[in-house]
Protein backbone atom coordinates (compact mmCIF):
# COMPACT_ATOMS: atom_id res chain seq x y z
CA UNK A 1 0.00 0.00 0.00
CA UNK A 2 1.18 3.23 -0.86
CA UNK A 3 2.19 5.46 1.64
CA UNK A 4 3.00 9.46 2.12
CA UNK A 5 5.12 10.77 4.82
CA UNK A 6 4.98 14.51 5.68
CA UNK A 7 7.99 16.56 6.95
CA UNK A 8 8.83 20.12 8.07
CA UNK A 9 5.93 21.01 10.62
CA UNK A 10 7.48 22.70 13.83
CA UNK A 11 7.22 25.77 15.71
CA UNK A 12 6.92 29.37 14.35
CA UNK A 13 5.77 32.75 15.56
CA UNK A 14 3.82 34.60 13.69
CA UNK A 15 4.27 35.97 11.00
CA UNK A 16 7.19 33.66 10.16
CA UNK A 17 7.29 30.85 7.46
CA UNK A 18 7.82 27.36 6.97
CA UNK A 19 7.89 24.35 3.76
CA UNK A 20 6.20 21.13 4.37
CA UNK A 21 7.55 18.59 2.16
CA UNK A 22 5.64 14.91 1.49
CA UNK A 23 6.92 11.97 0.02
CA UNK A 24 5.32 9.26 -1.33
CA UNK A 25 6.55 5.21 -0.77
CA UNK A 26 5.45 4.47 -4.45
CA UNK A 27 8.54 7.00 -5.47
CA UNK A 28 6.16 9.16 -7.51
CA UNK A 29 2.56 10.46 -7.55
CA UNK A 30 1.73 8.92 -10.66
CA UNK A 31 -2.07 9.47 -11.86
CA UNK A 32 -3.13 11.36 -8.43
CA UNK A 33 -3.72 15.20 -8.07
CA UNK A 34 -2.85 15.54 -4.49
CA UNK A 35 -3.83 18.07 -1.49
CA UNK A 36 -3.25 19.50 2.09
CA UNK A 37 -5.33 19.26 4.38
CA UNK A 38 -5.16 20.39 8.68
CA UNK A 39 -7.31 20.21 11.12
CA UNK A 40 -6.74 22.15 14.03
CA UNK A 41 -7.43 21.92 18.07
CA UNK A 42 -11.08 21.32 18.44
CA UNK A 43 -11.95 21.97 14.24
CA UNK A 44 -12.58 19.61 11.89
CA UNK A 45 -10.43 18.71 9.09
CA UNK A 46 -10.41 21.38 6.52
CA UNK A 47 -8.79 21.29 2.98
CA UNK A 48 -5.79 24.01 2.42
CA UNK A 49 -4.60 23.04 -0.95
CA UNK A 50 -4.97 21.43 -3.83
CA UNK A 51 -2.72 20.59 -6.97
CA UNK A 52 -3.52 18.65 -10.11
CA UNK A 53 -0.80 17.67 -12.46
CA UNK A 54 -3.26 16.86 -15.28
CA UNK A 55 -4.78 20.24 -15.65
CA UNK A 56 -1.90 22.09 -14.19
CA UNK A 57 -4.14 24.19 -11.80
CA UNK A 58 -3.91 24.95 -8.01
CA UNK A 59 -6.39 25.12 -5.62
CA UNK A 60 -6.37 27.45 -2.10
CA UNK A 61 -8.78 27.79 0.61
CA UNK A 62 -9.70 31.29 0.83
CA UNK A 63 -8.11 31.88 4.18
CA UNK A 64 -4.77 31.19 2.61
CA UNK A 65 -5.18 32.69 -0.78
CA UNK A 66 -1.56 34.90 -1.10
CA UNK A 67 0.51 33.01 1.94
CA UNK A 68 0.10 29.69 1.08
CA UNK A 69 1.84 27.95 -2.50
CA UNK A 70 1.63 24.43 -3.23
CA UNK A 71 4.12 23.05 -5.62
CA UNK A 72 6.00 19.64 -6.76
CA UNK A 73 9.18 19.36 -7.93
CA UNK A 74 9.40 18.51 -11.86
CA UNK A 75 9.73 14.35 -10.80
CA UNK A 76 6.45 14.40 -9.00
CA UNK A 77 8.11 12.64 -6.24
CA UNK A 78 7.91 15.56 -3.59
CA UNK A 79 5.04 17.96 -2.79
CA UNK A 80 5.40 21.07 -1.01
CA UNK A 81 3.74 23.55 0.86
CA UNK A 82 5.05 26.61 1.60
CA UNK A 83 3.75 29.00 4.08
CA UNK A 84 4.05 32.66 4.69
CA UNK A 85 2.81 34.94 7.22
CA UNK A 86 1.59 32.41 9.57
CA UNK A 87 -0.88 33.29 11.74
CA UNK A 88 -1.71 31.59 15.36
CA UNK A 89 -4.54 30.22 13.36
CA UNK A 90 -2.80 28.41 11.24
CA UNK A 91 -1.72 25.84 13.75
CA UNK A 92 -2.70 22.79 13.22
CA UNK A 93 -1.94 19.12 11.96
CA UNK A 94 -1.16 19.02 7.92
CA UNK A 95 -1.76 16.28 6.34
CA UNK A 96 -0.91 15.24 2.63
CA UNK A 97 -3.34 13.51 0.76
CA UNK A 98 -3.68 11.48 -2.59
CA UNK A 99 -6.30 12.65 -4.80
CA UNK A 100 -7.73 9.73 -6.70
CA UNK A 101 -9.83 11.83 -9.18
CA UNK A 102 -6.54 13.58 -10.45
CA UNK A 103 -9.05 17.03 -10.51
CA UNK A 104 -6.88 18.71 -7.00
CA UNK A 105 -10.45 20.45 -7.01
CA UNK A 106 -11.50 20.05 -3.17
CA UNK A 107 -15.14 19.88 -4.51
CA UNK A 108 -14.31 17.18 -6.57
CA UNK A 109 -11.64 15.44 -5.04
CA UNK A 110 -11.54 12.07 -3.37
CA UNK A 111 -8.73 11.44 -0.86
CA UNK A 112 -7.58 7.93 -0.82
CA UNK A 113 -4.38 8.24 0.49
CA UNK A 114 -3.43 9.84 3.63
CA UNK A 115 0.05 10.72 5.37
CA UNK A 116 0.18 10.39 9.29
CA UNK A 117 0.44 14.37 9.47
CA UNK A 118 3.05 16.71 10.53
CA UNK A 119 2.22 19.54 13.59
CA UNK A 120 2.58 23.39 12.67
CA UNK A 121 2.54 25.41 15.65
CA UNK A 122 2.14 29.30 15.41
CA UNK A 123 2.92 31.12 18.49
CA UNK A 124 1.03 34.79 18.58
Known amino acids: QVQLVETGGGLVQAGGSLRLSCTTS????????MGWLRQGPGKEREFVAG????????YYTDSVKGRFTISSNNAKTTLYLEMNSLKPEDTALYYC?????????????????WGQGTQVTVSA
Open 51 to 58: LSFAFHRT
Open 97 to 113: AADETGWGDPQRARYTT
Open 26 to 33: SGTFGRFA
